[in-house]
């Protein structure tokens, strides 16, 4: 199949902090040497970004707090759980959304964003 460009609502400076501050925590967490899977789904209403690490996965009561300002499970100087904060809060402002997800031996972040015809 052709690919063909998928058009959303968004800040392109914005959405490129988003990214970038999950890719940052993907590395951080993932298994050495394993991949980091990103791949795009679109229906006619929202694209999906799923953004993917081998690694431990995230204890269940922390897959909404991580998002939170100053939850952070390890030292990051000035930035201390910051990131995801910042990550959620784009996110809102563009009208989409961000979760995280445990499955397939790691961790799946997944940023939905409305999209633009």
């Known amino acids: 199949s052709q690919a ?3 058009n ?3 800040d392109e400076y914005a ?6 501050h999950v890719l940052r925590n993907a590395d951080r967490y993932r298994t050495p040497g394993s ?21 431990p996965a995230i204890d269940d009561a922390m897959l909404e707090r991580i998002f939170e300002y100053g939850v952070s499970d390890q030292t990051e100087g000035a930035q201390r759980g910051q990131g995801l904060f910042v990550a959620k809060t ?15 031996g790691g961790v799946a972040f997944i940023l939905q964003l409305a999209r633009h015809h």
């Open 8 to 10: 959303v609502l968004a």
């Open 4 to 6: 063909q460009a998928v």
């Open 15 to 20: 959405l490129e902090d988003v990214v970038g």
């Open 35 to 55: 991949e980091i899977r990103i791949t795009l789904e679109a229906d006619a209403t929202a694209a999906r970004v799923s953004i993917h690490n081998a690694g």
């Open 90 to 104: 784009y996110m809102a402002k563009m009208g989409g959304t961000i979760r995280a997800l445990n499955h397939e």
